[in-house]
Each structure stands twice: as structure tokens, then as C-alpha cells.
């Protein structure tokens, strides 16, 4: 999608949004922010639509994360709304779309997104790989509670995996847009779920990952300093 974005625009996020990313968990880091974009351009195509919005909306959809998780879709929006460049760039009018579609995009939500850029925002934000759902939900269990066993983490992924792309989670119907590969992600997680003994597999497997991560990067930080 970048080569679609204005070169100025693109400059002012990079310089001055996108670095704040590397305060949030694993979950919602700069990482994520690559996956949603291509996954918006992807999913955005059949769409007419204005690439600079676009952009800009994923860029800064979970900025406040850090700041506040469980209000994190409503701080953002706000970032947005008051930034100072993006209200010389665009018009009024822009602004009020990007603000509600990053409002809106939270799988959560109890009412449809607005317009068709909170609808792409909210699908391509979605998981579509077992692997970083579980990196992911551990991932940010792990830094709020570090005191917990890897058992306990993996429990509670897996009731939350229950609770948002069980048969009844609250994930399920919420296609906004035309997505095969997040039909196939919850046709997996879904026999995961009804296979508890393979999810904990899985689980325990993420877990080796994300502990060879860190062990790495420690080692690396120790050599660095001349260990």
C-alpha cells in the first residue's frame, strides 16, 4: 500500500507515530502494524478508496494501547482527530471517517462500524494464523501477568479463544468484508478449541518461541556490553 500513500504523509507517520509502537505489548507492536496494512490493502482492493486514509487509520488504530487497552480504540481515535498535521492535510470531513473507523474497529464492538474504512480496519485487524493468535493472547498475558505459569497462560488463552472465535464468540459473524483466509483461521482455531489436548500443543510451542526470543535478546544486550 505504501507506494500508493503520499511520500509527506507517509515521512510525518513514520517519524512521528509509528515509533511510539515499540511502548505496546507484542501483540500490538509495529509487527502488527505491517500485518494490518497489507492485510487492509488486501482486503481494500474491490473498494474505492483513499489510500492516504487508509494508511493513516491503521497507523495510528492502537496507538493508545499503551496507555489504556480496554480504552485503547477510543484514545487513538481521539490522537487522530486532534492531530495537528493530519487536520492541515485533510478536511473535516476525512477526519470524522478516519476518527469512527478507528473507533470502530475493535472485534468487540456491539454495532457495525460506520463506514467502510472502520469495516476494512476492524477485518484486517482480525488474527488469521493460529501461531499469532496464541503469540499474541500469551504474549500480553505474560507482561500484565508475570507472576502466572505457563499453564495458567495457556488456560487463559484458551477461554479467550472460546469467547471470541468459539461457535459463539463474539468474533464469529462480525465479516465485514469478503476474507477467506480469516474463514479458514476460525475453521482451525475452532478444532483447536474442540481438541484441547492439540491447542496446549500448540500453545506450548508459541511459549518455547517467545522464551528463545527473550533469551536471545538478553544475550545479545549482555555481549553487547562487553558481558
Same mark, same amino acid.
Given at each position: 500500500?505504501?507506494e500508493l500513500?503520499? %511520500?509527506?504523509l507517509?515521512?510525518?507517520?513514520k517519524?512521528n507515530?509509528? @515509533?511510539e509502537y515499540?511502548?505496546?505489548?507484542?501483540?500490538?507492536?509495529?509487527?502488527?502494524?505491517?500485518?494490518?496494512?497489507?492485510?487492509?490493502?488486501?482486503?481494500?482492493?474491490?473498494?474505492?478508496?483513499?489510500?492516504d486514509?487508509l494508511?493513516t487509520i491503521? #497507523?495510528?488504530?492502537?496507538?493508545?494501547?499503551h496507555?489504556n487497552?480496554?480504552?485503547h480504540?477510543?484514545?487513538?481515535?481521539?490522537?487522530?482527530?486532534?492531530?495537528e498535521?493530519?487536520?492541515?492535510?485533510f478536511n473535516?470531513k476525512?477526519?470524522l471517517?478516519m476518527?469512527?473507523?478507528v473507533?470502530?474497529h475493535?472485534?468487540?464492538?456491539?454495532?457495525?462500524?460506520?463506514? %467502510?474504512?472502520?469495516k476494512?480496519?476492524s477485518?484486517?485487524?482480525?488474527?488469521?494464523?493460529?501461531?499469532?493468535?496464541?503469540?499474541?493472547?500469551?504474549?500480553?498475558s505474560?507482561?500484565?501477568?508475570?507472576?502466572?505459569?505457563?499453564?495458567?497462560?495457556?488456560?487463559d488463552?484458551?477461554?479467550?479463544?472460546?469467547?471470541?472465535?468459539?461457535?459463539?464468540g463474539?468474533?464469529?459473524?462480525?465479516?465485514?468484508?469478503?476474507? @477467506?483466509?480469516?474463514?479458514?483461521?476460525l @475453521?482451525?482455531?475452532?478444532?483447536?478449541i474442540?481438541n484441547k @489436548?492439540?491447542?496446549i500443543k500448540k500453545a506450548?510451542?508459541?511459549?518455547?518461541?517467545?522464551i528463545?526470543?527473550?533469551?536471545?535478546?538478553?544475550?545479545? #544486550?549482555?555481549?553487547?556490553?562487553?558481558?
Amino acid at each position: 500500500m505504501e507506494e500508493l500513500v503520499n %511520500i509527506e504523509l507517509k515521512k510525518y507517520l513514520k517519524n512521528n507515530i509509528l @515509533k511510539e509502537y515499540e511502548l505496546n505489548d507484542s501483540g500490538h507492536n509495529i509487527d502488527h502494524i505491517n500485518f494490518v496494512l497489507e492485510r487492509a490493502y488486501e482486503l481494500s482492493k474491490i473498494y474505492n478508496i483513499n489510500y492516504d486514509m487508509l494508511y493513516t487509520i491503521v #497507523c495510528f488504530h492502537d496507538i493508545a494501547c499503551h496507555i489504556n487497552r480496554e480504552e485503547h480504540e477510543i484514545l487513538s481515535a481521539k490522537r487522530l482527530y486532534n492531530d495537528e498535521f493530519l487536520n492541515k492535510y485533510f478536511n473535516e470531513k476525512d477526519m470524522l471517517i478516519m476518527k469512527e473507523a478507528v473507533e470502530d474497529h475493535r472485534a468487540s464492538l456491539e454495532y457495525i462500524p460506520r463506514n %467502510i474504512y472502520g469495516k476494512i480496519l476492524s477485518s484486517a485487524d482480525r488474527k488469521i494464523g493460529v501461531d499469532n493468535y496464541l503469540h499474541a493472547s500469551i504474549g500480553f498475558s505474560m507482561k500484565k501477568n508475570p507472576e502466572k505459569t505457563f499453564e495458567e497462560l495457556i488456560e487463559d488463552s484458551y477461554q479467550f479463544a472460546i469467547k471470541k472465535f468459539g461457535k459463539d464468540g463474539y468474533a464469529v459473524k462480525k465479516m465485514y468484508v469478503k476474507d @477467506k483466509k480469516y474463514e479458514e483461521f476460525l @475453521k482451525e482455531i475452532q478444532y483447536l478449541i474442540d481438541n484441547k @489436548k492439540e491447542f496446549i500443543k500448540k500453545a506450548q510451542s508459541v511459549i518455547n518461541k517467545i522464551i528463545n526470543f527473550i533469551g536471545n535478546i538478553i544475550f545479545l #544486550c549482555y555481549y553487547i556490553n562487553g558481558g
